[in-house]
T-cell receptor
Framework: NAGVTQTPKFRILKIGQSMTLQCTQD?????MYWYRQDPGMGLKLIYY???????DKGEVPNGYNVSRSTTEDFPLRLELAAPSQTSVYFC????????????FGSGTRLTVV | GESVGLHLPTLSVQEGDNSIINCAYS??????FIWYKQESGKGPQFIID?????DKRQGQRVTVLLNKTVKHLSLQIAATQPGDSAVYFC??????????FGSGTRLSIRP
């Protein structure tokens, strides 16, 4: 199993550009999450989804959008990139039952200049 | 790749010694806690978890202790090895979407 796969690994955007961070998982997990991680800070939840067709805002949703058309895929969209969105982005997934331990992707490092 | 958390507190331990990493959590209603390990350029990796009705849980070379009275969590790593070098995060869980991550501690191993 590949687990959680994120692409791209690195990206540099200019202010005002748009991009989509891709996330796919092959574990048939219902729950998927997007976090951002700034230097010296913990993970902040951007958006999450409890199943296909269902998404909800997390702690820091402004400037982002998501969709969940399939169980496997949970892309994160940045419409008008700003320097404040420079961060490392992690996608994670888990099943609803049992413990809350996530499986994380390897991250996307985004720089907005 | 470049490490995140450039200004994290750092614990430096001699190889072979035991490591103790501490975490203070914020919400007394949190009922589930997890320790994650994050190596440079990688995503966090689940290490061990503990529920609020427990005080201690042991895994392979790792032990988590929970003190609910003072809202404190610790991770003990026995016989620390070079491969244990990483940033360690605790996370407290209130619900499926309400999971609060600590900022992390960097563990550095001296040969």
């Amino acid at each position: 199993n590949a687990g959680v796969t994120q692409t791209p690994k690195f990206r540099i955007l200019k202010i005002g550009q748009s991009m989509t961070l891709q996330c796919t998982q092959d574990m048939n997990h219902n729950y998927m999450y997007w976090y951002r991680q700034d230097p010296g800070m913990g993970l902040k939840l951007i958006y999450y989804s409890v199943g296909a067709g269902i998404t909800d805002k997390g702690e820091v949703p402004n400037g982002y959008n998501v969709s969940r058309s399939t169980t496997e895929d949970f892309p994160l969209r940045l419409e008008l990139a700003a320097p404040s969105q420079t961060s490392v982005y992690f996608c994670a997934s888990r099943n609803p039952g049992g413990n809350y331990g996530y499986t994380f992707g390897s991250g996307t490092r985004l720089t907005v200049v | 790749g470049e490490s995140v958390g450039l200004h994290l507190p750092t614990l430096s331990v001699q190889e072979g010694d035991n490591s103790i990493i501490n975490c203070a959590y914020s919400n007394s209603a949190s009922d589930y806690f997890i320790w994650y390990k994050q190596e440079s350029g990688k995503g966090p990796q689940f290490i061990i978890d503990i529920r609020s009705n427990m005080d201690k849980r042991q895994g392979q070379r790792v032990t988590v202790l929970l003190n609910k009275t003072v809202k404190h969590l610790s991770l003990q790593i026995a016989a620390t090895q070079p491969g244990d070098s990483a940033v360690y995060f605790c996370a407290e869980t209130l619900s499926a979407s309400k999971i609060i991550f600590g900022s992390g501690t960097r563990l550095s191993i001296r040969p």
